[in-house]
């Protein structure tokens, strides 16, 4: 039986178009003045591996098949209140719609106007790292 991680462990992806806008998410649960952005995420479930769990959530969350082209070394964030792993993939989708599933909206933002948006604390350090590789 595999040892369970110490600390949940969620998968994020940085879902890209043919295009280069990259897909953000706003949840619902925020307050109507607060719009705090976030790449889209969900928990990795027991007995399934990260890069897996990128791909249901797209699918589940949003309606998007996407190919996960490489993933970054997981981060301690806090994730809805608890230190977790957060495993962030570069993902690639074919211009299909995505539905808004779980989010109040969703925007597909080319990564030059990313600084526009604020962003949660998990998403901040990949918003910047984003921005950077621009220069």
């Known amino acids: 039986m595999p040892l369970q991680p110490t600390r949940p462990c969620w998968s994020a992806g940085i879902i890209e178009r043919q295009d280069n806008h990259v897909l953000i998410a706003l949840p619902k649960d925020g307050q109507p003045s607060s719009r705090v952005w976030r790449f889209p995420r969900g928990p990795v479930e027991r007995d399934e591996s ?7 959530i797209a699918r589940e969350q949003l309606g998007l098949h996407v190919e996960v082209v490489v993933g970054q070394p997981p981060l301690v964030e806090r994730v809805e209140g608890r230190e977790a792993e957060l495993r962030y993939f570069f993902c690639g989708v074919a211009g299909e719609d995505a539905e808004p599933g779980p989010y109040a909206e969703i925007r597909w933002v080319s990564k030059g106007h990313l600084r526009e948006y604020e962003f ?16």
């Open 50 to 56: 990260p890069e897996a769990a990128m791909r249901r």
């Open 120 to 135: 949660d604390s998990p998403s901040k350090p990949v918003v910047e790292w984003l921005l950077g590789s621009l220069q």
